[in-house]
């Protein structure tokens, strides 16, 4: 796809859930897919190959949640993949700091070659299995974000640990959700978290639904949590 057709669709698309970009975020985010596509022939990043797909499933998706997040937020993305949703939020917004978590060496090592090569400000990266890592930064982000990581229950002790009390966790998911919340409450109970908003959109110029849940940090998580790395999937709270 040439930079124009991208641009304009881009662009285009973007508009329709209420944000402006420059020609330069525009060109940070063409060098993004390229080099996404370029990697993706050497390891497995994403199913999506298809430019308009990535414009519309990874590039406009991640910033549906844009509007949740205000001026010099610390900013979590774990289980970040190819850096979906942290990277095109930072294109968007580089007033935030970002953190992106990864357990794959190989997909940090992709990430810190976009990192270098858009020259992205205020974002960094670290390898870690997620337990591991929230050992290490309990309550120490305003926000906690992740796309398509684990199921509900499980990823609350992922994220609330991490998160300040008064902050949120942000769970980027598919159309079906009910179920999940529901099956979420003692989770949220224990790890200290309540459910504010389920926000159903559809994406732009598609009939692709997605749910936003907002869970607000409203206690301190138990020092417990999380478990060992691999025991919150193996045992979730329910």
């Given at each position: 796809?040439?930079?124009?057709?991208?641009?304009?669709?881009?662009?285009?698309?973007?508009?329709?859930?209420?944000?402006?970009?420059n020609?330069?975020?525009?060109?940070?985010?063409?060098?993004y897919?390229?080099?996404?596509?370029?990697?993706?022939?050497?390891?497995?990043?994403?199913?999506?190959?298809?430019?308009?797909?990535?414009?519309?499933?990874?590039?406009?998706?991640?910033?549906?949640?844009l509007?949740?997040?205000?001026?010099?937020?610390?900013?979590?993305?774990?289980?970040?993949?190819?850096?979906?949703?942290?990277?095109?939020?930072?294109?968007?917004?580089?007033?935030?700091?970002?953190?992106?978590?990864?357990?794959?060496?190989?997909?940090?090592?992709?990430?810190?070659?976009?990192?270098?090569?858009?020259?992205?400000?205020?974002?960094?990266?670290?390898?870690?299995?997620?337990?591991?890592?929230?050992k290490?930064?309990?309550?120490?982000?305003?926000?906690?974000?992740?796309?398509?990581?684990?199921?509900?229950?499980?990823?609350?002790?992922?994220?609330?640990?991490?998160?300040?009390?008064?902050?949120?966790c942000?769970?980027?998911?598919?159309?079906?959700?009910?179920?999940?919340?529901?099956?979420?409450?003692?989770?949220?109970?224990?790890?200290?978290?309540?459910?504010?908003?389920?926000?159903?959109?559809?994406?732009?110029d598609?009939?692709?639904?997605?749910?936003?849940i907002?869970?607000?940090k409203?206690?301190?998580t138990?020092?417990?949590?999380?478990?060992?790395?691999?025991?919150?999937?193996?045992?979730?709270i329910?």
């Amino acid at each position: 796809m040439k930079t124009e057709e991208f641009s304009l669709n881009l662009k285009e698309k973007l508009n329709k859930i209420n944000i402006e970009i420059n020609d330069n975020q525009v060109q940070k985010f063409y060098e993004y897919m390229n080099l996404l596509l370029e990697w993706n022939e050497k390891i497995n990043l994403t199913a999506i190959t298809e430019p308009d797909e990535v414009i519309l499933k990874h590039f406009v998706d991640s910033a549906t949640i844009l509007k949740y997040i205000k001026n010099d937020m610390k900013i979590v993305d774990v289980g970040t993949g190819a850096g979906f949703p942290g990277i095109p939020l930072n294109i968007i917004d580089a007033n935030s700091k970002y953190t992106l978590v990864d357990s794959l060496n190989k997909r940090i090592n992709f990430l810190n070659e976009i990192i270098n090569k858009v020259h992205l400000e205020n974002i960094s990266t670290v390898h870690s299995r997620i337990e591991d890592f929230a050992k290490n930064s309990k309550e120490s982000y305003d926000i906690a974000t992740s796309r398509a990581v684990a199921s509900l229950n499980v990823l609350l002790e992922y994220l609330l640990p991490l998160v300040k009390v008064g902050g949120m966790c942000i769970c980027m998911k598919g159309s079906n959700v009910k179920e999940e919340i529901e099956s979420s409450n003692k989770a949220l109970e224990i790890l200290g978290g309540k459910i504010e908003k389920v926000e159903e959109i559809i994406l732009p110029d598609s009939d692709i639904v997605r749910n936003i849940i907002i869970i607000r940090k409203v206690k301190n998580t138990p020092n417990k949590y999380p478990r060992k790395a691999g025991i919150p999937r193996k045992e979730p709270i329910i």
